[in-house]
């Protein structure tokens, strides 16, 4: 039994967003323990090592909430008042440093941007800090839309170097805005990766989220590699052929570590090449336009070659990032700071000309980016931005229903006073650089901005706690970013999500997450939601990354896999009963709305095919915006891209997308096939989306 909270621990945790309890279901309340809280605050910089340190800090702490006439950031949003401006005392004067370089001694209409106001009291106290002015909402996604959902390492082409980059991006954006008819195409996050042996292949943790992966290169289209002698690159391209034919023909896995081998070889050889006065001035600008945050990377990077890329474990004076140690190295080691820069380089230009092909392919939205809730400890981000990230704490999921030993993912969470006192600038950098390739946004673990469960190193994830962020501001920043940008915003809202947070979001403009088998009238008598009860404000698919495909779900195939790895919990025959009626009730409520007399398997209303078909007719019917196809869909894949709860029991993120036969289909067949143009052909005769019932909350489902 946990013992109980002192009051006073109590008091200092609830002043710094520490919480000391959690609700897994609205009638439970499970308290966290003591050992958790005071680990917490100890990672906020908060000494409660014991009853005498509590009260000296919760003193500190009250002292200085009394005194502060305003918190560290204050946000206002367009045409609406700041509370926290209109408490200020009486004539209190006020002077504001805008973004754009103005001074106003009023915080009256002013325009979007983050800006710094000076207040001085009448008694004589001052305070300067960041002001956020940001528009109400985001608006709407242009029209009612349908777009594919695919993880970019598994669509290879008869082009890849042995897994999906680029180029076959664009070439998909390009193919299906035109002959589709699609609005968007979503792919994982393509965030940098921690070099390793073997490179941990999750998308989720990445070593940087700043900067993308120049494994998604697609070499060839490098304007220099034209000028690069061919002899030269003779080895690097029959590795390349030999992985692609490995994956595509000998049924092998997705290799990312000797792609990234061959493709380096021939990156460096591009490398030697001589810009071009115009190419020249477009890599300064990005070296311009990225500054300290690039060099710092590319810094890592260069480091990581020579000492391994578990920076806690390089020389102590290289472990920080403004040490003159670390002054030195890079010095020493330029040459492979700008080769570690170019490629950053180049990877931007190419996720800009996906987008744009996209646009000009008729995309109304575009490439939609996806953001992971954090980074890997030992990558680059976690080294650059130490003072921002909490030393010793883990991000996870507290238990409940779905898992009663909760997650912890290994990604250390940001300090969120650390970020208030930036006025959240790591944060907007962040956003300013995924926004310049996206014409949308997808947030994993979205309510991460408001809340996120910190687990001690060493604990298991029952002794973790939640921490609070300003969601306010949080959610103030994104608005602004993505405003700017022109961009939409989807927010991953699976899970246990707490009340209010869902209301929040879509009161900001920020779209949902809603997965077909998860839609069920939890408050009632827990059947399948109708469709047109199903939230407007959504992006509405079948499955995820992390689910079984629709064809495994509806044949019962999932369970079969997971009996096979030795994961269910309760017997065979329990998993497959509960599965099949959880089937045969969506099936059920499709033949009862009609949807079940589709074009796929010869007009068999029984066949696999014909079912998904109808999965997908039925999200047509809700009121959703934005309707995704997972691409393997398209061509009756059976395998789940990642299999949450194992490691080396699967293939997580090494499997190109197959058909039906686990035989592995390409991009150029993917364009040729029947069944994918015949679901989408589903969606292309749909008409516009019925009107929204009013909204209501959505009930928790597993974390992803």
Known sequence: MTAPLGEELARLAGLHGVAVSYQPAPDRTVMASPAAVTRALTALGVDADGPRAVRAALAARERELAERLLPPTVVQWSGSPCEALTALPEGTRLRVETEQGGTRDSAERLPHGVHRLTATAPDGRTTRVHLVVAPPRLPAPPGRSYGLLVQLYSLLSRRSWGMGDLGDLRELADWAGRVLGAGFVQVNPLHAAVPGAPTDPSPYRPSSRRFPDPVHLRVEDVPEYAYVDDDRLRAPAERAARLREAVLEKGELIDRDAVWEAKRQALELVAGVPLGPGRRAAYCDFLAEHGQALEDHATWCALAEVHGAQWHRWPEGLRDPRSAETARARRELMHRVDFHSRLAWLTDTQLTAAQRAAREA???????????????????????????????????????????????????????????????????????????????????????????????????????????????????????????????????????????????????????????????????????????????????????????????????????????????????????????????????????????????????????????????????????????????????????????????????????????????????????????????????????????????????????
């Open 362 to 704: 008729g995309m109304a939205v575009g490439i939609v980016h996806d953001l992971a809730v954090g980074v890997h400890p030992e990558g680059a981000d976690a080294w650059a931005q130490q003072d921002f990230f909490a030393a010793g704490m883990s991000v996870g999921a507290p238990p409940d229903a779905f898992n009663a030993r909760g997650q912890a993912w290994g990604l250390p969470p940001w300090r969120p006073d650390r970020l208030a006192a930036s006025g959240y600038a790591p944060y907007r950098r962040l956003l300013a650089a995924l926004f310049r390739s996206a014409g949308a946004l997808r947030i994993d673990h979205v309510m991460g901005l408001f809340r996120l469960w910190w687990v001690p190193q060493g604990e298991p994830p029952t002794e973790g706690t939640y921490v609070r962020y300003d969601a306010e501001a949080m959610l103030a920043v994104l608005v602004l970013e993505a405003s700017r940008a022109g961009a939409v915003v989807i927010g991953e809202d699976l899970g246990t999500v707490e009340p209010g947070v869902r209301e929040a979001l879509r009161e900001r403009g920020v779209l949902g997450t809603s997965v077909l088998w998860f839609e069920r009238d939890w408050e009632g008598d827990g059947r399948p939601l109708p469709p047109d009860r199903w939230r407007a404000d959504c992006l509405a698919t079948a499955t995820t990354h992390d689910l079984p495909s629709t064809a495994a779900r509806l044949t019962g195939e999932h369970v079969e896999l997971r009996d096979r790895l030795g994961l269910l919990t309760r017997p065979l025959e329990e998993e497959r009963a509960e599965a099949a009626a959880d089937a045969g009730e969506w099936l059920d409520l499709l033949t009862r709305l009609g949807l079940l007399a589709g074009t796929g398997g010869g007009g068999d209303r029984s066949s696999e095919e014909a079912q998904v078909q109808a999965v997908h007719r039925f999200l047509v019917r809700t009121p959703a915006r934005m309707i995704g196809v997972w691409l393997p869909d398209g061509v009756g894949d059976r395998r789940p891209q990642n299999l949450p709860g194992t490691w080396d029991q699967y293939p997580n993120w090494r499997l190109p997308i197959a058909d039906g036969e686990g035989r592995p289909v390409t991009l150029e067949e993917l364009a040729a096939s029947p069944r994918l143009h015949a679901l989408i052909d589903v969606l292309r005769e749909a008409p516009e989306a019925p009107e929204a019932p009013e909204p209501r909350e959505v009930p928790g489902v597993p974390e992803g």
